[in-house]
């Protein structure tokens, strides 16, 4: 079964700092890997898409990385604003388009 | 708009009526997926369809919810005889594999 964590479960940085969001899971065989924000009572916004042969991709200030290998994927956020206060999800699809989620980060951006 | 819709994004029920709602895919998309967020949580897999066939149910869908996506193009979820634990957001998403896309919810209240 897949297990998919997020670490630290809370953040908060003042603005401007360059953070980095943890999703590490236990099993690599993967198609794909997205990652989302969730505003508060608001559906999934997807961020950023990494497929399972590619090891990261780049959108604006995001930038993901892949590493199926140590099970691991991290969401880098350079420059943070006010406006990126949200939680984000890592979201895994595996064999029989099986989708996990994971526990999500809650990062808050002081002005 | 040719994102995922869902339809109504808020409903407020008496305990033990009947509701349902509607997720328009994006054209196209063969795969859609229904997901129940209870607050501070994330999103819980429920039922998954490729095309009209129904491929996968979570066993938190108990007999008291049903879901259709009848011509395989919009889907509708039922729950009958509400309960107040039903109160969550409810989440459709469409994929044409491999990146998913979510629509913005149904925010179910049951008083």
């Known amino acids: 079964k897949q297990e998919v964590t997020q670490i630290p479960a809370a953040l908060s940085v003042p603005e401007g700092e360059n953070l980095v969001l943890n999703c590490s899971f236990t099993?690599?065989?993967?198609?794909?890997l997205q990652w989302f924000r969730q505003d508060p009572g608001k559906g999934l916004t997807s961020l950023l898409l990494?497929?399972?042969?590619?090891r990261e991709q780049t959108s604006g200030r995001l930038n993901a990385s892949l590493d199926k290998s140590s099970g691991r994927s991290t969401l880098y956020i350079a420059a943070s604003q006010p406006g990126d206060s949200a939680t984000y999800l890592c979201?895994?699809?595996?064999?029989?388009?099986?989708?996990?989620f994971g526990t999500g980060t809650k990062l808050q951006v002081i002005p | 708009d040719t994102g995922v819709s869902q339809n109504p994004r808020h409903k407020i029920t008496k305990r033990g009526q009947n509701v349902t709602f509607r997720c328009d895919p994006i054209s196209e998309h063969n795969r859609l997926y229904w997901y129940r967020q209870t607050l501070g949580q994330g999103p819980e897999f429920l039922t998954y369809?490729?095309?009209?066939?129904?491929?996968?149910k979570s066993r938190l869908l108990s007999d008291r919810f049903s879901a259709e996506r009848p011509k395989g193009s919009f889907s509708t979820l039922e729950i009958q005889r509400t309960e107040q634990g039903d109160s969550a957001m409810y989440l459709c998403?469409?994929?044409?594999?491999?990146?998913?896309?979510f629509g913005q919810g149904t925010r179910l209240t049951v008083v």
């Open positions: 099993d690599s065989a993967i198609y794909n």
């Open positions: 990494i497929q399972s042969s590619q």
């Open positions: 979201v895994l699809v595996g064999g029989y388009q099986k989708v996990t």
């Open positions: 998403a469409s994929s044409p594999n491999p990146e998913a896309f």
């Open positions: 369809f490729q095309n009209e066939a129904q491929l996968e």
